[in-house]
């Protein structure tokens, strides 16, 4: 491979040039050319010219160089057409349609121009002695495919660039929480606006006069929220403070107010000024991204009136028994952190979760008398209160919603025994299911650990003595290693929810 960089300057300078390839003639003949086109510039670049002595050299050079501008490919005096052969090389191989192909033919082909241009993806076709006028009309030739060129890629990264917004706006729809959402957000502007080696970013949530940060980068991750004051004209004027170079580079900023009366700030502090397509793209994107921003706080929003109602509906129970709700609280987070530790992924142990609640809910059923005898229960007493898993289970089992098919299950089996004996269908092992198994955990370190109306919250250590005795009996025994290995975690949520707390 020949390189000729025309004007001497070097390999950095080199980098900004525009790349043309020479297909053909001597050696003399491409010195020639570097030199007539040493001074030429065209916004501001100038020439680095290749040089492929023949056509078996050339499909090598244009693989390695990817940023070739310009193809000069010479036809010679013969009626050899294997060059043009390159041009469908590039085309169809290479998938190149950006590079414009110049075709500069002996005379001999005068005829053949028109059919030339049909058959051939060519851009420009000139016989040898029209650019004998001058070095200016060769100079002109170039100006008018370098300018083809720049367009054609402009346009070709001008789609990628929106592609690539429609895909990042499509991905942040996986986020689970707007923190998540936020760094996600951060993380595709930083692309957008090429400005990966920013100074900072910082993702701004404003409820109730106070702002929040969703998610920070660079500078502003330490930034603490508390000292902002809460006008938005306020507020860019003093991030801009932080970077005493600021001065020099205009920052990127969206801010967005919404119906609900929350209102968010996109600030990008940039090591460089983005371009005007940059900031219409990163504007875009947020925009497109603002409406994830609200379906995910909506999300929430929905998901936390579910929960209260589960735990609503669950304390239905618990309270007429004499119990606290914060006992179906307990046992939601028991189930959650042993569905991890078994090894559950997190939306699974999430659901069980949501559904463990619930698992007294027959409950509803049961007289007063009962509920809140606080002595011995007679046989038939018993066999009452033994009816609350079924009852539980006929009134959850009809609906498909998930949380509720999984809260059916769970009220049915939790009063089974992995060694069998339990109620009410009397399964053992593993006919229990998953669920069953680690709410009746759940359910009974915390009955064990609380007071009730018939007996005081027992000490720790017999609590682990009778989960001991009754592993692989009452308990699945890996589940039971598992809880005994992770008491000081189970001991630690029990703490945070007391009964002396209301929900």
Not at 342 to 365: R, T
Request: net charge negative; aromatic share 10%.
């Amino acid at each position: 491979m020949n390189r000729y960089a025309g004007n001497g300057e070097d390999d950095q300078a080199v980098a900004t040039e525009w790349n043309i390839l020479l297909i053909g003639g001597g050696r003399d003949e491409a010195l020639l050319l570097s030199r007539l086109l040493a001074d030429f510039r065209f916004e501001g670049r100038g020439i680095r010219l290749l040089h492929a002595a023949d056509i078996a050299e050339a499909p090598k050079m244009l693989e390695e160089e990817t940023d070739i501008a310009v193809v000069m490919l010479e036809l010679g005096d013969s009626e050899d057409r294997k060059p043009l052969y390159l041009v469908d090389y590039i085309r169809r191989t290479l998938l190149n349609a950006a590079v414009r192909v110049v075709v500069v033919a002996d005379k001999s082909w005068a005829d053949a121009e028109e059919e030339i241009m049909f058959r051939y993806d060519i851009n420009t076709f000139r016989l040898k002695g029209e650019l004998d006028g001058g070095i200016g009309k060769l100079k002109s030739a170039l100006v008018g495919s370098l300018r083809a060129y720049r367009d054609f890629k402009k346009t070709e990264d001008e789609k990628k660039s929106l592609e690539y917004v429609a895909l990042s706006s499509s991905l942040v729809l996986n986020a689970a929480s707007l923190e998540e959402l936020g760094h996600d957000v951060l993380h595709h502007l930083a692309s957008i606006l090429n400005t990966k080696y920013a100074y900072g970013g910082l993702i701004l949530q404003k409820s109730n006069r106070r702002w929040r940060k969703l998610a920070a980068t660079g500078r502003f991750v330490d930034l603490d929220a508390n000292i902002l004051p809460w006008q938005i004209e306020d507020i860019l004027p003093l991030l801009r403070t932080f970077n005493q170079e600021q001065a020099l580079f205009e920052g990127f900023d969206f801010y967005s107010p919404n119906v609900s009366g929350t209102e968010r700030l996109i600030f990008i502090d940039p090591y460089r000024t983005p371009s005007e397509w940059e900031y219409y793209l990163a504007e875009s994107y947020c925009a497109n991204t603002e409406a994830v921003f609200e379906n995910l706080e909506l999300r929430h929003e929905i998901e936390s009136t579910q929960k209260e109602i589960i735990y609503t509906l669950g304390e239905i129970a618990e309270t007429r028994s004499q119990e606290t709700g914060f006992h179906v609280k307990r046992v939601a987070e028991y189930t959650k952190l042993l569905a991890l530790k078994y090894g559950l992924p997190e939306e699974e142990a999430n659901l069980l979760a949501l559904a463990s609640p619930m698992h007294d809910i027959g409950k509803v059923g049961i007289s007063d008398s009962i509920l809140n005898k606080p002595g011995k229960l007679t046989f038939e007493e018993y066999q009452t209160m033994q009816g609350h898993a079924i009852s539980g289970y006929e009134m959850l089992k009809h609906s498909s919603r998930p949380i509720l098919k999984t809260a059916a299950i769970i009220a049915l089996q939790h009063h089974e025994k992995y060694g069998g004996g339990g109620y009410p269908q009397g399964l053992s092992g593993e006919e229990i299911h998953l669920y069953g198994r680690i709410t009746a955990i759940a359910d009974v370190f915390d009955a064990l650990a609380s007071d009730r109306v018939y007996k005081k919250a027992w000490p720790v250590c017999e609590i682990i003595d009778l989960f001991k005795e009754e592993r692989g009996k009452h308990f699945d025994p890996r589940l039971t290693d598992l809880f005994l290995e992770h008491l000081e975690e189970f001991l630690e949520i029990k703490s945070q929810y007391t009964d002396e707390k209301v929900f």
